[in-house]
């Protein structure tokens, strides 16, 4: 798509929670193109296998297992801060750069996702701690926090919870939001969350 659209493009499989994959990543997308100009931080999920023997959505944070607690903090808290940590000295080499952390509704409301809503949660706020540490180099880190977006993998997720007819919303409004960060956001608009769900 993006070379049909004239662009050129290539594409890496990496292991997001080994460090030194992730080294390996950055390296080879400054290889090609000899600069990282925008980093979306969009790696995560919630497997299904994590409900494995539990009954009911809500697990209590005395039910969860130190392997599902791991199991989640690593794919939606590690990933981000392993790939951030390889991609900002690049940028600020360069003297700008912009990131955009996708974080959930779940991080920014109470919320009984358990570990899923920590890690959220934790993308906030280092999404303000890396705002304040590389404003004076030029970058700027902003995040989205989606409510439920329809996905093929939240249908089944929502099919396995028992709440199929949950209204959702569209991944196309999520993709705006991060557009509107890396495009049209002040210059001085860094260390923010935009909320994508209603809120009272």
């Given at each position: ?164 007819g949950c209204p959702m ?32």
């Amino acid at each position: 798509m993006i070379e049909d659209a004239g662009g050129t493009a290539i594409s890496l499989s990496r292991d997001l929670t080994d460090g030194e994959q992730v080294a390996d990543m950055v390296k080879t997308v400054v290889d090609k193109y000899g600069r990282i100009d925008i980093l979306v931080n969009n790696a995560g999920g919630y497997p299904k296998e994590i409900y494995k023997n539990i009954e009911h959505q809500a697990i209590k944070i005395w039910e969860w297992s130190e392997e599902q607690w791991d199991q989640i903090i690593k794919t939606n808290l590690r990933i981000p801060f392993l790939v951030t940590k390889n991609v900002v000295p690049v940028m600020i080499k360069q003297g700008k750069g912009d990131i955009v952390n996708v974080s959930s509704r779940m991080g920014r409301i109470a919320s009984q996702m358990g570990a899923y809503a920590v890690a959220k949660g934790g993308i906030v706020t280092m999404t303000k701690t890396t705002a304040i540490q590389t404003k004076e180099y030029g970058i700027k880190c902003n995040a989205v926090s989606p409510g439920i977006v329809d996905t093929p993998g939240q249908r089944v997720y929502n099919h396995s919870v028992g709440q199929d007819g949950c209204p959702m919303g569209s991944s196309k409004d999520v993709a705006k939001a991060i557009i509107y960060l890396l495009a049209d956001s002040p210059a001085v608009m860094t260390g923010q969350s935009i909320d994508l769900f209603t809120t009272v």
